[in-house]
Nanobody, 115 residues
């Protein structure tokens, strides 16, 4: 059974940094691309960043140059380093992956950026 568990959210002032982590289990982690999504109140869930199984990364335009996604295949973990945070980055952040013909989600972690 695939499980994704996020950690590292919290409250930070604008301009600050946070690092989110996601621990994955129940899948061949090194074979899977991993994603970070976010959902702000009243908005649709959006893709923030992706890292492929070979480490190729892509980012939403809104976070390019500020966020960095990385993975540790030995630990089955994927991280999201978030710098220069803005109030509009406030959202619940979800770790996600598509495997076994199904998209799996973590429970989410709240990130709140105060102005």
């Amino acid at each position: 059974q695939v499980q994704l568990v996020e950690s590292g959210g919290g409250l930070v002032q604008a301009g600050g940094s946070l690092r989110l982590s996601c621990a994955a289990s129940g899948l061949f982690f090194s074979f899977n691309a991993m994603d970070w999504y976010r959902q702000a109140p009243g908005k649709q869930r959006e893709l923030v960043a992706t890292i492929t199984n070979v480490g190729v990364t892509t980012y939403a335009d809104s976070v390019k140059g500020r966020f960095t996604i990385s993975r540790d295949n030995a630990k089955n973990m994927v991280d999201l380093q978030m710098n220069s945070l803005k109030p509009e980055d406030t959202a619940v952040y979800y770790c996600s992956t598509f495997t076994q013909r199904f998209r799996y989600w973590g429970q989410g972690t709240q990130v709140t950026v105060s102005s």
